[in-house]
């Protein structure tokens, strides 16, 4: 199972709005409505911010969202902050029991 | 409170064996599955398996078959990563996760602290 395709790095001023795309294949974001995104900072456990393609859990700020086109995921976080600087990771469902992680995205904010 | 809390950090030769723990509470452990998931330094998140707390099942990453036992204990809410035959790429941060829902292949909502372990001659 290959990794879900991310860019390696997005970068935004303060106010303004990102997208970071995640891409995969038909056997697993083009399959399923079971992506999830993934907040992490330097030296900290992954902070789960979409599930289910589309779903913020409790807590998340309604700055972040997300969407899927075919065998594309994408998250958008508008209205910049300083503390949105971080790695962001994309997972899918890829069948048979397995999941997979993008390579992951490292945010900055200018 | 809900919460993973792992164990401490280990050093390992190569070709040696790693368990690491898992400790859950606040909530019903044989509800959802846990997940271990591993970060090389500087690397991203790498997904290795699950374990089944209620019927004890696992699965595990196509790279990490037969090298890699997910296990889990009901009765102190803990579940177990064991890792053989380490070499130097084995070196990381492991973290459990348990599923948002009892359909246990969904995103995860509670991670542990993470346990780093260094596999060095």
């Known amino acids: 199972q290959s990794a879900l395709t991310q860019p390696a790095s997005v970068s935004g001023s303060p106010g303004q709005s990102i997208t970071i795309s995640c891409t995969g294949t038909s056997s697993d974001i083009g399959n399923f409505n079971l992506v999830s995104w993934y907040q992490q900072h330097p030296g900290k456990a992954p902070r789960l911010m979409i599930y289910?393609?589309?779903k913020r859990p409790s807590g998340v700020s309604n700055r972040f969202s997300a969407s899927k086109s075919g065998n594309t995921a994408s998250l958008t976080i508008s209205g910049l902050q300083a503390e949105d600087e971080a790695d962001y990771y994309c997972c899918s469902y890829a069948g048979s029991n397995t999941l997979v992680f993008g390579g992951g995205t490292k945010l900055t904010v200018l | 409170q809900l919460q993973l809390v792992q164990s401490g950090a280990e050093v390992r030769k190569p070709g040696a064996s790693v368990k690491v723990s898992c400790k859950t509470s606040?909530?019903?452990?044989?509800?959802?599955?846990i997940h271990w998931v591993r970060q090389a330094p500087g690397q991203g998140l790498e997904w290795m398996g699950w374990?089944?707390?209620?019927?004890?099942?696992?699965h595990y990453a196509q790279n990490f078959q037969g090298r890699v036992t997910m296990t889990s204990d009901a009765s102190i809410t803990t579940a177990y990563m064991e890792l053989s035959r380490l070499s130097s790429s084995d070196s990381a941060v492991y973290y459990c996760?348990?599923?948002?829902?009892?359909?246990?292949?969904?995103?995860?909502?509670?991670w542990g602290q993470g346990t780093m372990l260094t596999v060095s001659s």
């Open positions: 606040g909530y019903t452990f044989t509800g959802y599955y």
């Open positions: 374990v089944n707390p209620y019927s004890g099942g696992a």
């Open positions: 289910e393609v589309t």
């Open positions: 996760a348990r599923t948002l829902s009892a359909w246990g292949l969904n995103a995860f909502d509670i």
